[in-house]
C-alpha cells in the first residue's frame, strides 16, 4: 500500500531537520572527537614549506624514513610480539614528523651506530634518531640538529660486581664489550688501553655475551645500560659512574641547513610546550626518578 503524500512530506521535513542540528553541531561523536585537533577547534592544516626542501619532499610522499635502534629499552625497542618500535628517540622523530605534516607517517628502520652514516650518505633514511652521539668527526660526514639528550658513558656489570668494577680505569686488564662504530668503544680503547675489547653490532649481544661470562663488563651511555640493567632480570647492575658527556643529535645529510634548522626550531618548540618532558616521562621515566631539563640545541 502506498504511503500518503502527506506522510512522506512529513518523513523528509523530519530527516532534513535531523541533518541540520547534527550540522550545527560540527559532527561530533560519543567521545567527542571531531576528526580535529585542539580538543574540537579547527582542524590542522598542513603547514608550508619551502619548495623543493626536505620537508615540503616528505610531506609530499606522506612518509618519512626514520633510522633508529631496535634493541634500546628507552630509546628505541622493537616488540617481538607486535612488531612495535618505541622509545624516546621514537617519540622525538614523531613530534618531529608531525610538524611536518599531520598526515606524515614514519617508517622506522634499524639503523647500526657503524652504518649510520652511511644510511644517511646513501639516502635511504630522511634523518636518524639512535642515540647518535655529536661529534666533530662525526660532522665530517653528516649533519646534526639537537641535542635533544645529553648523556653519560657508564659501565654495566654483573649483580654485585664480583670483580669490583668502580670506573674506567678499572676495566685495564678485563674483558670489556661495546659497539663497533660508537663513540663508546673509542672511548674505552682511549681511556682504558689495557682492555681486552669486544665488539658487536648491537648492545643486546654485549649483553648476553656478559650473561654468558664471555666477557666482565658492557660500557656505553648510562640509559642505555639502565635499560639493559631493567630488562636483566636482576643480573646486570650499574656502575653508577660515568666518564664522558655524550650529547645526542639527529643526523641528517651533511649539507642541508635547511632541514637542520627546521628541526631545530621544532625541538625548541617541544621543550617549550612540554612535549619533549612528556615524551621522557613516558619513555626513559621508567628509569629514572626525575625528568631532567632539555639541553641547550647548539646552532653551529
Not at 582542524?43 to 624514513?65: D, L, V, Y
Not at 629499552?73 to 622523530?93: H, M, N, Q, S, W
Request: some cysteine; overall charge negative; charged content about 25%.
Amino acid at each position: 500500500m502506498t504511503r500518503p503524500r502527506s506522510r512522506t512530506r512529513w518523513l523528509m521535513t523530519l530527516v532534513l531537520g535531523l541533518a541540520l542540528v547534527t550540522a550545527a553541531c560540527g559532527g561530533d561523536t560519543e567521545d567527542g572527537d571531531t576528526g580535529a585537533t585542539g580538543g574540537g577547534g579547527p582542524a590542522t592544516e598542513a603547514p608550508q614549506h619551502p619548495e623543493g626542501s626536505t620537508m615540503a619532499q616528505i610531506q609530499a610522499a606522506g612518509t618519512m624514513r626514520v633510522g633508529t635502534k631496535f634493541d634500546q629499552p628507552g630509546f628505541g625497542l622493537k616488540r617481538a610480539t607486535t612488531g612495535e618500535v618505541e622509545g624516546f628517540d621514537i617519540e622525538i622523530a614523531r613530534l618531529v614528523a608531525e610538524a611536518i605534516g599531520p598526515d606524515v607517517d614514519i617508517e622506522f628502520i634499524e639503523s647500526p651506530s657503524a652504518v649510520r652514516e652511511q644510511l644517511l650518505e646513501n639516502g635511504d633514511v630522511d634523518m636518524v634518531v639512535a642515540t647518535y652521539t655529536i661529534n666533530d668527526a662525526r660532522k665530517q660526514r653528516v649533519g646534526f640538529a639537537g641535542p635533544y639528550y645529553v648523556a653519560g658513558q657508564d659501565i654495566m656489570v654483573p649483580a654485585g660486581n664480583p670483580l669490583g668494577i668502580q670506573g674506567v680505569d678499572d676495566l685495564n686488564g678485563k674483558r670489556v664489550c661495546s659497539v663497533s662504530g660508537s663513540t663508546s668503544v673509542e672511548n674505552v680503547r682511549e681511556m682504558a688501553p689495557q682492555a681486552q675489547v669486544t665488539e658487536f653490532d648491537v648492545y643486546s649481544k654485549c649483553a648476553d655475551a656478559m650473561g654468558d661470562g664471555r666477557i666482565d663488563a658492557v660500557s656505553t651511555d648510562n640509559t642505555i645500560l639502565l635499560g639493559l640493567v631493567e630488562g636483566s632480570g636482576g643480573k646486570y647492575e650499574l656502575v653508577g659512574n660515568a666518564f664522558t658527556t655524550e650529547p645526542y643529535g639527529i643526523g641528517v645529510r651533511k649539507d642541508d641547513v635547511q632541514y637542520r634548522n627546521f628541526i631545530n626550531d621544532t625541538l625548541e618548540d617541544m621543550y617549550a610546550s612540554g612535549a619533549w618532558a612528556d615524551a621522557y616521562e613516558r619513555t626513559l621515566g621508567r628509569f629514572v626518578d626525575e625528568v631532567p631539563e632539555p639541553p641547550e640545541v647548539d646552532r653551529y
